[in-house]
């Protein structure tokens, strides 16, 4: 039960590989370029406020150093 792959077997696979191919390539771009939107329009988050050096000296100063045994 042999079976020959014909010329036009060949001639609407290459079309579609063709079109499956460029879906893929579509896809992926405008999948790409959404997730960069999104990253885009995220608000970066704000780093912590620490209390300025001089302002922790003096809270060290006030309660004594404070000594680890």
């Known amino acids: 039960m042999g ?5 036009e077997f060949w001639r ?3 079309v579609l590989l ?4 460029a879906v893929v390539v579509v896809a ?3 999948l790409d370029a959404l997730v960069l939107r999104m990253r885009g329009r995220r608000i970066p988050p ?3 406020t620490s209390p300025a050096p001089a302002e922790v ?5 006030a309660h ?3 000594v680890r045994h």
């Open 3 to 7: 079976t020959t792959l014909t010329a």
């Open 18 to 21: 063709v079109i499956a191919t």
């Open 12 to 14: 609407q696979f290459t």
């Open 64 to 66: 004594g150093v404070s």
């Open 46 to 48: 704000t780093p912590p």
């Open 28 to 30: 992926g771009a405008a």
């Open 57 to 61: 000296r003096k809270r060290q100063a």
